[in-house]
């Protein structure tokens, strides 16, 4: 049963912008805190940002300023901005849903930044 979609990957310029988006059961998405990684191939899996059922955020200090994650509720859906993005911010993108030691993971989606 898939729990987490995400979608919006794909190509983009060096400095342009992409937003993701993760759709989830109400469920999960009232419940679980929701986030996004990243992952490189060769590298481990990198936290960006989470954000709580209360709807506040959380980043990785390294993903502070060109990154924001939002919730829509009515939607059930996370979404992650990035902004001036860079050659090193390709990566295969992950929405999860934390509660305690229960985490659940996407299937993932590409983004490429590449001239």
């Known amino acids: 049963q898939v729990q987490l979609v995400e979608s919006g990957g794909g190509l983009v310029q060096p400095g342009g912008s992409l937003t993701l988006s993760c759709a989830a059961s109400?469920?999960?998405?009232?419940?679980?805190?929701m986030g996004w990684y990243r992952q490189v191939p060769g590298k481990q899996r990198e936290w960006i940002a989470s954000?709580?059922?209360?709807?506040?955020?959380e980043y990785a200090d390294s993903m502070k300023g060109r990154f924001t994650i939002s919730r829509d509720t009515t939607k059930t859906t996370v979404s992650l901005q990035m902004n001036s993005l860079k050659s090193e911010d390709t990566a295969v993108y992950y929405c999860?849903?934390?509660?305690?030691?229960?985490?659940?993971w996407g299937q993932g989606t590409q983004v490429t930044v590449s001239a």
């Open positions: 954000i709580r059922p209360s709807g506040h955020p």
């Open positions: 999860t849903a934390q509660r305690g030691d229960n985490n659940i």
């Open positions: 109400r469920r999960l998405f009232s419940l679980y805190a």
